[in-house]
């Protein structure tokens, strides 16, 4: 599972540096350390502009997430950017960077979050070159000289020096000089890797098992992530282990519950033109989702449908015969609507950053782009000031926690199978 993960991860890093859309969005910087400091204290740090960073995101992260206010003379600016992790690339960093405003209530209702964060003040030398001298003075002055052109990024760094008298050491692929790595420090927060999706998998195919060999003749499992947490690599590897293990009869129904989208039609009907908020719970018919479901578990077909994302309404498949297994993947895959029918629910590990950076990367390369959504940039807005705070703060039951007496009960069903095989 894990090097599945990994495959469609690295392919998709591939898609994308390859992707026209993507290579007018790459940067490609220069972190140097001067030889003199104090000589930059002195000429740049009077005219700086102050700047505060918040991170959405850790350095274990596949992206880097943060939210940025930069105190300008003209007043305050409030942004997001999202970078993938790049690669070194003659002496500098080359990495994918999309970056766009934000409203100021929104970068408000994250700061009162205690993020991991940074002040800084910052000067800029020329165009592609700035100075950072940070409010907590244990860390260096940093210079950032960003251009793509090699010997461009060159005659910059001479140019600081001569101006300042200084040499300045480069130290590009340090990974604790990052702005991030410095906020964390600074907040002193544990980075911990998250559950991995194939320990993941498997202790919900185990829990999934167990409560089946104890008795249960139908279990609906609700799997709650964010777009891009992986939902669809998760769900492929419980279909793979039980059907490789158990046989086709017991491969799982999975319905999501973006299948249950009212449809732009629908909605503008209710809510007015132009609808806009796509991930609000209002969006998806979750009681029809339930209604289904417990007709499912009564022995009656399912009809499957989809969400049609060029037409924006819902469209309808074939008809999917009652299963032991059904699991409901989605955004509101605890909705209340469902607690009827679900028996168990847990929530997708991966990090918010990682999705956002996931779903925002998949627009493009999977052509996803549409009238709601025509940018990366659009799409990381969307998620930042609506999509996000949704998600956050949405109602949902206790993640099922992982039980030793459950997992062997599961682990005595497989031994069974291998033994009769």
Known sequence: MLLVEKEITLNNIERAQHHAEFESRREVEQKLLPVNPDIFEQLFKPESVH???????TPKDEFSLRLRCTHSPSGAVYKATQKDRGSINEKA???????????????????????????????EVADGVSVDFYE???????VEVEHKDPEVRAALVAMVETLTGSSLIDHSSDPTLTNEAIAHRDTEREVRSPE?????????VLEMVARYVSGSKHVVVGLTGMSGSGKTTVTNGIRSRLVETFGESFCP???????????????????????????GPQT?????????????????????????????????????????????EGLYAGSKDLSGVRDLHFELPTSIATSIGRDVRRLIIDDRAN?????????????????LPL????????RNTYSASVRSVAERAFMLVQLTD
Do not use: M
């Open 51 to 57: 700047i505060e960073q918040l991170y959405l995101s």
């Open 93 to 123: 960093l080359d990495r994918i960077e999309i970056d766009t405003t934000i409203s100021q209530e929104a970068y408000e209702h994250y700061r009162t979050q205690e993020l991991p964060s940074i002040q800084k003040r910052r000067f």
């Open 136 to 142: 907590n003075e244990q860390h260096p002055v940093i």
């Open 196 to 204: 991995s999706l194939d320990t993941f998998t498997e202790n919900v």
């Open 253 to 279: 129904i999975i319905v999501s519950t973006d299948d249950y989208h009212f449809g732009k039609t629908a909605l503008e009907q209710t809510h007015g033109i132009p609808y806009s908020d796509w991930d």
């Open 284 to 328: 998806y018919n979750t009681a029809e989702l339930s209604h289904d479901l417990e007709l499912l578990r009564k022995g009656t077909p399912l009809i499957k449908r989809h969400f049609d994302f060029e037409t924006e309404e819902p469209s309808y498949d074939e008809l999917v015969s009652p299963s032991p297994f059904v699991i409901i």
């Open 371 to 387: 009238r709601a959504f025509p940018t990366p940039e659009s799409r990381l807005r969307y998620q930042i000031e609506t999509a």
């Open 391 to 398: 998600y956050l703060s949405q109602e949902r039951p206790g």
